[in-house]
């Protein structure tokens, strides 16, 4: 459930950054033949709408419709009186009502004159949405989700920055944590809190209380015991981006202190890589110069609507362009295992030349 700040930033991600989204958005559809472009938002499937107005609903299903030209339309069933607040946390587009937002996409592409349409997700919209729209409108839809995720995959600036931030919510977390602390609630608590207060819009946090004997990362019950060594895992949503990071954790007094800063600071290094690189050969080389054995590693990213979705691993190289990615490690320090994630992002200039 969404209990984060929603809040427009102009200074984190302004209308100009949503504006070129809109523009790569329309030179894909010209090359496409499409005459607009609709993506359906609810609470659970709201990332293609956030990215191309900066804005995340708490509960709310719409519309989003990309004309050729023109503002960009958001059609929902609320009420005229909410569009007042969906107006000063969406000032990209248009706020339309209407009982029947189908009917009223399908009118104004009528107007427009528009006959092919591309759809996220096509097949997962409202069947009544999509029936009312085709009724008022008689176009030709088909599902544009792959052309969505190109565009989505162009690593930006904003995008990187808001990442960044994200992470460093995390890291803060991290940070704060009272490591004589003997039970899982008494981690993840304090690390959803911080992570909350931070402005963040969702947390998640995930721990594997006792790496010796597990390193599977879960939601556990708060009561469990924690080991003297174990990891947590926290997610992050942050103006509609999302990330990663994951620490090994020594309990006070643990004999694997000096292992797991060693290893921290190795992940660190890793971090300051652009994620389209050869990962594998240059975590050989920098596991090589210290005592660790890396077990396994893997790049997540986010995908079309998926927020996070596995890109690339020591099995699978990458094969496709990512605006930015976790990077996530197991390794093992003489006997202790280690697990750790690290933000990858472009440089500012590899990101002019992508976009």
């Known amino acids: 459930m969404r209990r984060g700040l929603i809040k427009w930033r102009e200074d ?7 504006a070129e ?7 894909a559809m010209k090359a496409a033949g499409l005459d607009a472009f609709i993506a359906y938002t609810t609470l659970v499937r709201p990332a293609a709408v956030n990215y191309f107005t900066g804005f995340t609903p708490y509960w709310s299903d719409g519309v989003l419709l990309v004309l050729a030209e023109g503002r960009p339309l958001f059609v929902t069933a609320l009420s005229k009186r909410v569009g007042n607040w969906l ?12 009982p029947k937002p189908g009917r009223l996409i399908g009118e104004t592409l009528r107007a427009a004159g528009a006959s092919k349409v591309g759809a996220v997700e096509a097949d997962m919209m409202p069947g009544a949405l999509i029936g009312d729209m085709l009724v008022a409108s008689n176009v030709a839809l088909s599902d544009a989700t792959d052309l969505f995720a190109a565009v989505r995959a ?5 995008e990187t920055a808001l990442a960044q931030k994200a992470d460093a919510i995390a890291s803060t977390a991290f940070a704060g944590l009272d490591l004589s602390a003997a039970r899982v ?3 993840t608590g304090p690390l959803e809190r911080a992570v909350r207060l931070a402005g963040a819009e969702e947390c998640y946090v995930a721990i594997a209380p006792d790496l010796r004997r597990e390193s599977r990362l879960a939601r556990i019950d708060g009561r469990e ?3 003297d060594l174990f990891a947590a895992r926290v997610s992050v949503a942050y103006n509609g981006v999302w990330t990663r990071r994951t620490e090994t954790l020594v ?11 060693r290893f921290a600071e190795f992940a660190d290094r890793l971090a300051g890589l652009a994620p389209g690189i050869d990962l594998g050969a240059r975590i050989a080389a920098e596991a090589g110069r210290s005592d660790m054995a890396v077990e396994d590693w893997s790049i997540e990213a ?6 996070l979705k596995q890109a690339a691993s020591s099995q699978a190289p990458l094969v496709e362009g990512i605006p930015y990615g976790v990077l996530t490690l197991r390794a093992r320090m003489g006997d202790a295992p280690m697990v750790a994630s690290r933000v990858l992002t472009h440089s500012e200039t590899g990101m002019e030349a992508a976009a």
Do not use: K, M
């Open 87 to 98: 107006g000063s946390v969406n000032p990209t587009c248009d706020i339309l009502h209407s």
């Open 225 to 227: 015991a924690l080991g």
């Open 251 to 261: 309990r006070t007094g643990g004999r694997d202190g000096a292992a797991a800063a």
């Open 12 to 18: 984190e991600l302004s209308a100009g950054d949503v």
């Open 185 to 187: 609630g008494d981690i």
């Open 154 to 158: 162009v690593p930006t600036c904003a």
């Open 302 to 307: 986010p995908f079309a609507t998926r927020p």
């Open 21 to 27: 989204r809109i523009a790569r958005l329309r030179f």
